[in-house]
Antibody, heavy 122, light 111 residues
Framework: QVQLTQSGAEVKKPGSSVKVSCKVSGRPFSSQTINWVRQAPGQGLEWVGRIRPDYGGTHYAASLQDRVTITADKKTDTIYMELRSLTSVDTAVYFC???????????????WGQGALVTVSS | QSVLTQPPSASGTPGQSVTISCSGSSSNIGSNAVNWYQQFPESAPRLLIYGHNQRPSGVPDRFSASKSGTSASLAISGLQSEDEALYFCAAWDDSLNGRWVFGGGTKVTVL
């Protein structure tokens, strides 16, 4: 069983940055691939990016790669997602999700954090 | 706009069957497995179906999925009031250096 516990809601000014955390527990941290997915109010899901802590490999959505950085702290088993140059369109709930894999069935998001609302407003 | 296309809504009475479609392309559904998620208001999505119609522990067998070419579908048989939720399809997309893509979500209403 994997548990993902996220930091709380944030309110940010346009042009600023936000850093959301996701603490991983229940399985060896480094071998988990953790993704970030966001959901704007009343909208669908949008993939932000992912990280594999054991070798630090990251992969970002093309639309966000200039503004987003995902990092891992192996000492605290925590993943961070930082988004810069915020605008109102970045207002969303940000979820972290563990990417499970079954070699016969592919990959999927089987464990999710509770979500963190980031509001960008002047 | 979402990369995968789903109808915004679907409905049925208790006991009926409901089917949700998900349309994509050769770079996502056409070449990779499709996953389905269920989401209740103010909650995180929950994995409902993955891969070739696999259900995680605890998901009733009333939920099933299929795929043909670049389209997929989720079927709910014996609809129950607790099935009223938002349903998303998702798949890995091989374009743009690879990315996860989602449907816009289908709200299922139990009448």
């Amino acid at each position: 069983q994997v548990q993902l516990t996220q930091s709380g809601a944030e309110v940010k000014k346009p042009g600023s940055s936000v850093k959301v955390s996701c603490k991983v527990s229940g399985r060896p941290f480094s071998s988990q691939t953790i993704n970030w997915v966001r959901q704007a109010p009343g909208q669908g899901l949008e993939w932000v990016g992912r990280i594999r802590p054991d070798y630090g490999g990251t992969h970002y959505a093309a639309s966000l790669q200039d503004r987003v950085t995902i990092t891992a702290d192996k000492k605290t088993d925590t993943i961070y997602m930082e988004l810069r140059s915020l605008t109102s369109v970045d207002t969303a709930v940000y979820f972290c999700a563990r990417e499970g894999v079954n070699y016969a069935s592919g990959s999927y998001f089987d464990y999710w954090g509770q979500g963190a609302l980031v509001t960008v407003s002047s | 706009q979402s990369v995968l296309t789903q109808p915004p809504s679907a409905s049925g009475t208790p006991g009926q069957s409901v089917t949700i479609s998900c349309s994509g392309s050769s770079s996502n559904i056409g070449s990779n497995a499709v996953n389905w998620y269920q989401q209740f208001p103010e909650s995180a999505p929950r994995l409902l179906i993955y891969g070739h119609n696999q259900r995680p522990s605890g998901v009733p067998d009333r939920f099933s999925a299929s795929k043909s070419g670049t389209s997929a579908s989720l079927a709910i048989s014996g609809l129950q009031s607790e099935d009223e939720a938002l349903y998303f399809c998702a798949a890995w997309d091989d374009s743009l250096n690879g990315r996860w893509v989602f449907g816009g979500g289908t709200k299922v209403t139990v009448l």
